[in-house]
């Protein structure tokens, strides 16, 4: 295999030999096309396409387009990213002879991952590349924010090589900085936030599977798909009453019903047969190819083990997903090693199921080898005399860790806001695609779309949510359902109407749509309402009249009213009913508690139904008919018993007079009154919800924290102004100390009293001194400018004449050179021409400020 690999190497080198062979010889005849550069070739029209044509062949020289951490500016790193101490040295050679001693004891398997290169160029041992850090932020203190940080916050960049660890290992500072690395770089940033945080968090050096490697999560569902599981309560077996009513005979044939149940069996049977062929079938076309590299691919992730933090259990985290495992997953095939920033073990445990076997004791030094003895993990018990004779052999010989060479992690309120790279990021998942988003990077406030597909090819949507933040109409979420058209918004409490959730098909008046409220904010207690063309149904609760359920149905509205515009009472819906339920109160008898009173508005009714007394299985009921005050001849109707029926439970009890039936008949009519008004007012807040609804959606504005500087303008504005004010001081307080003048004063000698020949002089003086200084400097830059265009035309010569005897290396720095030296002459040119519009403005500005100064105005004011 090794040695297929070699010549299959070569023959793309050879290609890659060849390549550039070819792209050097059309770059050679492009070069030996024109004639030498001259100097008015460089400062004519034909400098851009000089440049452009030598960015072009270098772009052509440059094959790889994989970030190239080799290439990063290092020159701000600090002395320890650079160089390694002697503690460091120390430990690196004791890791070389650790990795000597495990290649012989175990020539089988692979070699070691201890001290890969840093983005220094320097090997840096892996325990101490781990920083532990607290950050400033409380969602950082949690394991699941940490790892939700790292997976948003970082681009994943696979392993150069699939099967191999790799050669080199940024320090988690700069993989911050540049917002991007492999499996190894993403461990050892969560695992320093995790260790900072308070956890046992180890770095993972292992296997994994494909999808895991490959951060493949197409077959994974949603984890916000994903439903939690309800506990099935079984159900309570009735107790068999001794005196129960024994049900009636069933008449019917039991042999038709053996018929019609055996039917129903077959059907069924069939229907579960067919489905779960139908899942086969699914299951293996979702299947995914067999992986050739099964059990090679080589993954980096971290270990928690259980202890601090009051972990329960040991769990793996999978950095690129944020998703935690159980240590016996099946995604997770091997452990070679892991580490964190005080020791380094090996596992010499039996990987062949899998992580399902392992035993994470990492004070059992047979199945964990350990590089350094000074491990805060305990050993096996051993006994007093071997343990002493241990001691001694620890003061001997032990090793402390060097400090971490990484400078402290440091995340700013933006990049922790800003979380993912440019601001968004897209996860693709089974049947759904997640959208990500900064904060207030959207003017509409969206933070996270999901899109929920029908099909595996995700063309179809089913369902979109999203997900908002910092909105002023205090919305936090939006469900659209694309087969039913209803659109749920579900709002955070503060709501200008305590709005709580808002379902509808459209925000058309008198449609069907759910709304529902944060009752606590509201004076009636309403926590629902439901509503269609037809009726209204609203839900109430912590009332104190008890009222918990209002249904109102509607009729037909007539021709007239349908012509008015205005939203008055009169204009209103017309009523046909309103009923009204309400919970039992304790303060009352049952039977003048009111437990359902219904208005039937056109048959003139009212119905009152009480709450059961106990020990009865009925209620009273009231049935009150409204008639005219007057009758056909004109004389006044009095309370009649035919106007009122009513059932009372209980036959001891008397019924009431007919004078206290009428009082509560009259009651009941002004209730009625007053519920047809309430009932307008509903319509009325509908109306006014939706008409705040569409202007809140289309404004859509966005509140910023009185805390954040960086937007809210006011604050803004207002430390611009301080700035711009103590900026303006320090700059008179600059003027004071220095003054222009004070070299031509001490050559004048005294000048307490100051003639108008010695101001005449001196003005002159001043303005001559600055004329030559700008002469010098203009002088200054066009020598320059010469000089790199001189050496710029002896480097095209010395070109033409060697050019068939040049290297590929000597045509880069060629290339390079011209490309350098365009650069700067186009800089000189331009600060040269810069500088000749300038030195009159200057001057001029120079000149008004000796007129203005208060020691030569006296004297200059005539001569200006």
Known sequence: MEVLREHGEEEEEEKKVFVVSNELQDLEEKLMTPKLFNLHQLLGDNRRETIVFLQTGLTHLNLTIEFDWSSIDTSQLPASYKTNSAKEQMLLQLADNFHRQYAHLCPDRQPLFLHPLNECGVEKFVSTTVRPTLQPYPELYNWDGCAQFVSDYLSMEPLSSPITPPSYLPSPTTILKYQRGDCFGFSVLLCSLLIGAGYDAYCVNGYATREICMMDETREVCPLLEKSKEVLKEPVKEKIKKYAVKPPRDLRSKFELQQVAKKEANTEAAQKKKQKEEEERVMEAEKPKPDPLY???????????????????????????????????????????????????????????????????????????????????????????????????????????????????????????????????????????????????????????????????????????????????????????????????????????????????????????????????????????????????????????????????????????????????????????????????????????????????????????????????????????????????????????????????????????????????????????????????????????LKIREEEAAASRLTVSMYDTERNEKSKQQRETMERLMQEERQRQVEQDLDYLAPFLIQMGSTEKMSKWQALRLKEDCLSDFKHRLIDKANLIQARFEKETQELQKKQQWYQQNQLSMTLEDEDAYLTYCSDAMFRIRILEIRLNRHKEMAPQKYIELEEKLCKDPRLAEYLKFNV
Not at 358 to 385: A, C, I, Q, S
Not at 453 to 458: H, I, L, M, R, S
């Open 295 to 689: 059990g090679l691919r080589v993954h980096a992730w971290v270990l928690v083990l259980s202890g601090k933090r009051e972990v329960p259990e040991s769990f793996f985290i999978n950095p690129f997903t944020a998703h935690s495992y159980s240590t016996t997953d099946d995604h997770f095939l091997g452990i070679e090693s892991i580490w964190n920033h005080k020791n380094y073990w090996v596992n010499m445990q039996d990987c062949w199921n899998g992580c399902k076997d392992l035993t994470f004791d990492l004070g059992d030094p047979v199945r964990w080898e350990f590089m350094l003895l000074g491990t805060d993990k305990p050993l096996l018990l051993l006994p007093e005399e071997e343990e002493e004779e241990l001691d001694k052999e620890e003061e001997e010989k032990g090793f402390d860790m060097p400090p971490s060479w990484v400078d402290p992690i440091q995340i700013s309120r933006k990049e922790f806001e800003t979380r993912c790279p440019q601001g968004k990021k897209v996860i693709q998942y089974k049947n759904a695609k997640l959208e990500k988003w900064a904060p207030y990077l959207n003017s509409n406030g969206l933070v996270k779309r999901l899109t929920v597909y029908e099909d595996p090819e995700c063309i179809r949507v089913l369902e979109v949510k999203e997900w908002f933040e910092n909105r002023e109409d205090m919305m936090n979420m939006r469900e659209l359902n694309k087969k039913t058209e209803v659109t749920t918004e579900y709002f955070s409490p503060g709501h200008i109407q305590g709005l709580k959730a808002h379902a509808y098909k459209t925000m058309e008046p008198e449609t069907e749509r759910t709304m529902e409220f944060y009752s606590e904010t509201r004076v009636d207690g309403l926590q629902k309402r439901v509503e269609n063309a037809k009726e209204m149904t609203e839900y109430f609760e912590g009332r104190s009249d008890f009222l918990h359920y209002r249904h109102t149905m509607f009729g037909k509205r007539t021709k007239r009213a349908q012509k008015l515009l205005v939203n008055t009472e009169l204009n209103a819906r017309p009523i046909v009913q309103i009923k009204e339920q309400f919970h039992r109160n304790p303060e009352k008898p049952a039977d003048e508690d009111v437990a359902e009173r219904i208005f039937m508005i056109l048959e003139e009714r009212i119905m009152l139904t009480y709450h059961c007394k106990d020990d009865y299985i009925t209620a009273s009921k009231k049935e009150f008919i409204k008639q005219k005050d007057v009758d056909n001849k004109g004389n006044k109707i009095i309370m009649t018993s035919d106007m009122c029926i009513s059932y009372q439970v209980g036959s001891f009890v008397k019924n009431k007079k007919l004078l206290h039936l009428y009082e509560m008949m009259l009651k009941l009519m002004e209730a009625e009154k007053q519920l047809r008004h309430q009932v307008w007012e509903s319509e009325t807040e509908v109306l006014e919800i």
